[in-house]
């Protein structure tokens, strides 16, 4: 079971959605081999194509931690201020039990 399920949201620059879409579908692999990653995937909106929400869980929360710090999410953050028109919303869940 996930630790940590996070959805963040992004917001492309108009005409920049398809530049973003493929920055963001360049991060599922390395992504999916970290340890601890449990999902992880890009989708699209479908009423507003500039926008666009990672899924993802993670066994723990530190895992989570250590893929931020990897030199390929570090770089993809560098290059958002030229796709997106807003900051990245990031939100972070955790699943209850009945």
């Keep these: 079971m996930a630790e940590l399920t996070n959805m963040a949201h992004f917001t492309a620059k108009p ?3 398809t530049d973003l879409g ?3 579908l360049q991060l599922v692999t390395p992504s999916r081999r970290e340890p601890g990653c ?10 507003v194509s500039e ?7 993670w066994r723990y929360a530190s895992d989570f931690d250590l893929h931020m710090g990897t030199g390929y999410v570090q770089a993809f953050m560098a290059k ?3 796709l997106c028109a807003e900051d990245v919303e990031i939100c972070g869940y955790q699943q209850r039990q009945v």
């Design 51 to 57: 926008v666009w929400m990672v899924l993802e869980e």
């Design 38 to 47: 449990l999902r992880y995937e890009i989708h699209q909106s479908n009423d």
């Design 80 to 82: 958002l201020p030229d």
């Design 22 to 24: 493929k920055e963001l």
């Design 15 to 17: 005409g920049r959605s």
